[in-house]
């Protein structure tokens, strides 16, 4: 299996502020990563898909990139509805694999 | 709108069989265009992805939970389904189904599926 090794495990930032976080890969998944938000209680939403493109309705603050092994999710200009826990997903092999989750609070 | 809605029992025996059933509305489990897929998370552990299943039967499943997991179209046209057999503690968790869409295509015929819409998940706790 591709082991996805994710950090922080934990980001504590201001509104306004600008974030990143970081997926490394096992091994290289080309650009076949794709980067989840996640608030208690809802389903996650994917925001971004092959590494840097933004799905439909996300906002332009988020931004993804990378290949091969390394990629990173930045969020600039960080607003309130921004707190809430993120994580990656390659989809380059199967069994799909994910990133452990970064918890992003308000300092 | 697609929404996905997980439902089944919240506790199970251990070495009982766990049964989870998804709801999809506003869409087909028929699609020629997705997957319908399965995912878990332990408290305080990373996201496992089970499997998942096309509109023809055809199934995935991760090789660690291969033995004891099946995946299954129905009962109804917009619904899909688990089994997870002789459960134990370690299969407490929250579970998600999950739809998976394309996200890219690879050497001009390959397609790469990624988890494109979820559920809110539901807990569920092996014990006696």
């Known amino acids: 299996d591709i082991q996805m090794t994710q950090s922080p495990s934990s980001l504590s930032a201001s509104v306004g502020d600008r974030v990143t976080i970081t997926c490394r890969a096992s091994?290289?998944?080309?650009?076949?990563l794709a980067w989840f938000q996640q608030k208690p209680g809802k389903a996650p939403k994917a925001l971004i898909v092959?590494?840097?493109s933004l799905q439909s309705g996300v906002p332009s603050r988020f931004s993804g990139s990378g290949s091969g092994t390394e990629f990173t999710l930045t969020i600039t200009n960080l607003q309130p509805e921004d707190f809430a826990t993120y994580f990656c997903?390659?989809?380059?092999?199967?069994?799909?694999?994910f990133g452990q989750g970064t918890t992003l609070d308000i300092k | 709108q697609v929404q996905l809605q997980e439902s089944g029992p919240r506790v199970v025996k251990p070495s009982q069989t766990l049964s989870l059933t998804c709801t999809v509305s506003g869409a087909s489990v028929s699609s020629i265009s997705h997957y319908w897929s399965w995912i878990r998370q332990p408290a305080g552990k990373g996201l496992e992805w089970i499997g998942r299943i096309y509109n023809s039967g055809y199934t995935n499943y991760n090789p660690s939970l291969e033995s004891r997991v099946t995946i299954s179209l129905g009962p109804s046209n917009n619904q899909f389904s688990l089994e997870v057999t002789s459960v134990t503690a370690a299969d407490t968790a929250v579970y998600f189904c999950?739809?998976?869409?394309?996200?890219?295509?690879?050497?001009?015929?390959?397609?790469?599926?990624?988890?494109?819409?979820w559920g809110r998940g539901t807990l569920i706790t092996v014990s006696s």
């Open positions: 092959t590494a840097s």
């Open positions: 997903q390659q989809y380059n092999n199967l069994p799909l694999t």
């Open positions: 999950a739809r998976e869409g394309v996200g890219g295509y690879g050497d001009g015929t390959k397609l790469f599926w990624y988890s494109d819409l």
């Open positions: 091994q290289d998944i080309r650009r076949y």
